[in-house]
């Protein structure tokens, strides 16, 4: 039987980790040069920073990962730098192309699709300036390139990452200028409770902030981001506290983030189904508990089918591959079996909890004035999406037909999810009947030089 | 009044619904099955070309070519229309004696549109062109325009001139009621009509067949590249004289790659499929013509659903089964410039019985013998 992993984060080497185990060598495919994920990317080689330095609290874990992960690349036909840009499933068969040159085939029986997740924006107007990234891209820039985006950065948005990034900024040596939290304390102490699944997660959360607020960090929750001001360069971010008095803050640069969204265009193309997960505000593709997809054959795990961060993408990482081993007629291990169903159901209600926390500001990306650039790539601004609207667009494939809207180099990952909620404010429809941008080959930018030669 | 019932909601449609509700006493229906520039209307090349035209097609082609010139006149917006020219490479001597000849054939029928062009002025046309082009041929006033804005500006401007457009209507059957009129019908509603067009692109021989008229007429889909935005350096829209390519920049700066490479296509589903080893196939084509594209990323492909007759010009002309049905489709992956003087053509005969505009070659008796 030929397996097939895509992804080489905390999902991938823990379904790696099983399906050898079982004694099944797969295929094993990554798009960066090493694995560990986004959540613990290696530092290029050469870089010697600790574990400690780099990952913090999760240095242990982190730690752990990359251990297994180098245990196991040699055991596996390991395919680092290569990008899965499309997926013919009746054959069978992912195309790929390594290094940005080399095309090639990859031919499967089974596949587990460990693809991840990304960093959830609203456009904010001034988005599109140098200086602006997500909260994800500013981690990246500090974790493997030990890089800072600005001296004075301020840090937008709702969730873990946002505090966690702010806290890493200002102990690698950056004088944060502002944390705004979009949601209130109050939205978050009501979540109270279910966190408490997670103790020691929800226990790490408070102390960020506490320890932000030690340092001296202005920190606004229950506020709106209202523009990123600058001639040519991030120079400050005009913002609303929750008494709706305007502030300015000076800033050399600007991380946004509102949770993440699954990376699940090759699930789209694979041909899963997907349906609207109302607590995450997520297109999530339809999965059984242990990750087997409506799809015979496809199996999901980690964020990509599901935001559940990087405990619960372990597990499910695992649980996937004795879902495929069973599926196929293999015996699997049936007290981990237990264990990890156990574990993953107790993690969903930490997690339901978590979104409850940190909801996504959906009236925010509703609101986004007309003259404000939705879709980036295309410079399509939210005016000419409504313009689609006005034209008869039902949903957002057809707007993007109308407006361009989601047809340049992010191919919409970037600006479906906040295109869907000004379509549907302009429809008057709820958000899912607005739908999501189908995924189409290649899920990213195919170099030319690998199909002409 | 007198009604008409249009059948597919693409250009050709559009257009015939928009000349048709100008004249007076016409009450005009357009039946989509899906919505409007579902299939090849909305997502084809944009070609705005009498370059290279099978030479039947010519006439009709320098009619539409007129009406081009003055969009805003006829829908109320340029749709995107730019005049850059359309060159057709020469990248052999043996090419260029080619397109001599066919310039040639083209003047001797009366024609001045396709001129040949030297070494020279085809760099002057196309500064990034790879060295070993030796000329080209060339129509000046030819360009591209944008297909969906194209669209939609007929859309607009047939609804404005009376027309209402139903859209997620599939015909399912067209009859002769006891008085003479046609009966159009659709899952939800009957439309009685004097007159009937057929213009359901790739699905127009099954409309045919409702009617008990067989025209042969095989389907096409052709793919297109788009690659991420490059900086400006090619204004003309460039064809090749022995390989298939369509290539052209958008006014974003994207490159469209097209040329006619065919990917899978199945009506029944009314989807088509990219076959990436044939689209490498364009991309190399283009790189080898234009080297600055070779570093470019490829940003999206897509496939368009059309109608393609054996002899690659369309079927224009009144039903022999069924009187009051007018067949327009066919247009085999050539269509969109001809269509603002293909639906005028069309109105006409649905209104008069009769057409000044050339459209004699595409009778569908050509297929009869």
Same mark, same amino acid.
């Given at each position: ?9 905390? @999902? ?22 090493? &694995?560990? &994920? ?14 400690? @330095? ?6 242990? +874990? ?5 251990? =297994? ?6 055991? $596996? ?10 997926? +013919?499933? +009746? ?17 499967? #029986? ?9 960093? %959830?924006?609203?456009?904010?107007? &001034? ?30 948005? =709702? ?143 980690? #964020? &990509? ?37 156990? %574990? ?27 003259? =404000? ?5 295309? /410079?399509? $601004? ?20 109308? /407006? +361009? ?49 | ?101 066919? *310039?040639?054939?083209?003047? *001797? ?35 591209? *325009? ?97 390989? *298939? ?24 589903? !009314? ?34 659903? !059309? ?63």
């Amino acid at each position: 039987m030929r397996v097939a992993v895509v992804g080489a984060g905390p @999902a991938g080497v823990r379904a790696v980790e099983q399906l050898l185990r079982a004694g099944i060598e797969p295929a094993w495919i990554e798009e960066a040069p090493d &694995g560990g &994920g986004r959540i613990y990317q290696r530092p290029p080689p050469g870089f010697a920073r600790s574990h400690r @330095a780099l990952y913090g609290a999760d240095a242990k +874990r982190a730690q752990a990962l990359h251990a =297994t992960l180098d245990a196991l690349k040699p055991r $596996t036909d390991w395919r680092p730098e290569t990008l899965v840009w499309n997926i +013919r499933p +009746r054959d069978g068969v992912l195309d790929v192309v390594t290094r940005g040159t080399r095309p090639g085939e990859i031919r499967f #029986d089974a596949l587990i699709l460990c693809t991840g997740a990304m960093d %959830r924006i609203v456009p904010v107007p &001034g988005w599109t300036m140098p200086g602006v990234t997500t909260l994800g891209g500013a981690q990246i820039a500090l974790k493997a390139q030990g890089a800072a985006i600005g001296a004075r950065p301020v840090f937008v948005g =709702t969730g873990p990452l946002l505090w966690l990034a702010a806290l890493q900024y200002a102990k690698a040596g950056a004088s944060p200028a502002l944390v705004l939290d979009t949601t209130s304390f109050l939205t978050k102490l009501l979540a109270t409770p279910g966190l408490l699944w997670n103790t020691p997660t929800f226990l790490r959360g408070l102390r960020y902030t506490a320890a932000l607020r030690a340092r001296g960090v202005t920190i606004a929750e229950d506020a709106t981001p209202l523009a990123i001001e600058g001639e040519g360069k991030v120079a400050a971010l005009r913002w609303r506290d929750s008494g709706w008095r305007e502030h300015v803050a000076p800033c050399d640069a600007v991380a946004l983030g509102w949770g993440l969204k699954p990376e699940a265009q090759l699930a789209d193309l694979a041909g899963v189904p997907f349906r609207f997960d109302a607590a995450q505000h997520n297109w999530v593709p339809e999965r059984d508990a242990a990750g087997r997809s409506p799809v015979p054959g496809v199996y999901l795990a980690g #964020d &990509g089918a599901g935001i559940g961060g990087a405990e619960v993408a372990e597990h499910a990482g695992a649980r996937a591959a004795l879902a495929l081993l069973e599926d196929h007629g293999r015996s699997v291990d049936l007290a981990l079996r237990g264990h990890l169903d156990g %574990r993953l159901r107790t993690e969903a209600r930490f997690r339901a909890a978590l979104e409850r926390a940190f909801p996504f500001p959906a009236h925010l990306a509703r609101r986004m004035a007309d003259a =404000t650039i939705l879709c980036r790539c295309e /410079s399509v $601004t939210a005016g000419e999406l409504r313009e689609a609207a006005r034209l008869g667009a039902p949903e957002v494939n057809r707007a993007k037909a109308l /407006s +361009r809207v989601g047809m340049g180099r992010c191919q919409g990952r970037v600006c479906g999810p906040p295109a869907a909620e000004v379509l549907s404010e302009a429809l008057g429809i709820p958000v899912e009947q607005a739908g999501r941008l189908r995924g189409q080959p290649p899920v990213k930018p195919l170099p030319m030089p690998m199909v002409a030669p | 009044m007198n009604r008409a019932v249009v059948i597919g909601g693409g250009l050709h449609g559009l257009s015939t619904a928009l000349h048709l509700a100008r004249m007076p006493g016409w009450q005009v229906t357009v039946l989509e099955r899906r919505h409007v520039g579902r299939h090849s209307s909305g997502v084809n090349a944009g070609g705005v070309r009498r370059l290279g035209r099978d030479l039947r097609e010519i006439a009709l082609s320098v009619v539409s070519a007129e009406m081009w010139q003055d969009m805003p006149a006829l829908v109320g917006d340029d749709c995107g229309f730019t005049p850059g020219g359309q060159v057709k490479v020469a990248e052999s001597e043996a090419d260029l004696r080619k397109l001599e000849a066919r *310039a040639e054939q083209v003047r *001797a029928l009366g024609w001045t549109h396709e001129e040949v062009v030297d070494r020279a002025e085809v760099r002057r046309l196309l500064p990034a062109v790879a060295p070993h082009v030796v000329g080209a041929l060339v129509t000046r006033g030819d360009g591209s *325009a944008d297909p969906m804005r194209t669209v939609m500006a007929f859309r607009r401007a047939a609804q404005q001139a009376g027309a209402t457009i139903v859209e997620g209507a599939g015909v399912t059957a067209i009859e002769r009621t006891a008085t003479g009129t046609l009966r159009v019908v659709t899952p939800d509603a009957t439309h009685e009509a004097e007159r009937v067009a057929n213009c359901a692109g790739a699905w127009a021989t099954t409309v045919a067949r409702m009617a008990g008229e067989e025209i042969p007429c095989g389907v096409k889909a052709s793919m297109m590249i788009v690659t991420e935005r490059l900086p400006r350096f090619c204004e003309p829209t460039v064809g090749a004289a022995s390989r *298939a390519l369509s290539f052209k920049q958008t006014a974003s700066g994207t490159v469209v790659i097209g040329g006619g490479h065919q990917g899978l296509n199945d009506p029944e589903t !009314e989807t088509s499929t990219v076959l990436f080893d044939r689209l490498a196939h364009a991309a190399r084509i283009a790189a080898e013509l234009f080297p600055c594209v070779a570093g470019a990323r490829i940003m999206r492909t897509w496939t368009g659903t !059309e109608a393609r007759t054996a002899d690659e010009i369309p079927v224009i002309g009144e039903s022999t089964t069924m009187p009051g049905l007018f067949h327009s489709f066919g247009y085999s992956g050539h269509g969109f410039q001809l269509g603002p003087a293909a639906g005028a053509a069309v109105a006409e005969l649905m209104a008069r019985g009769a057409t000044n505009l050339p459209i004699a070659p595409f009778t569908q008796a050509r297929f009869a013998a």
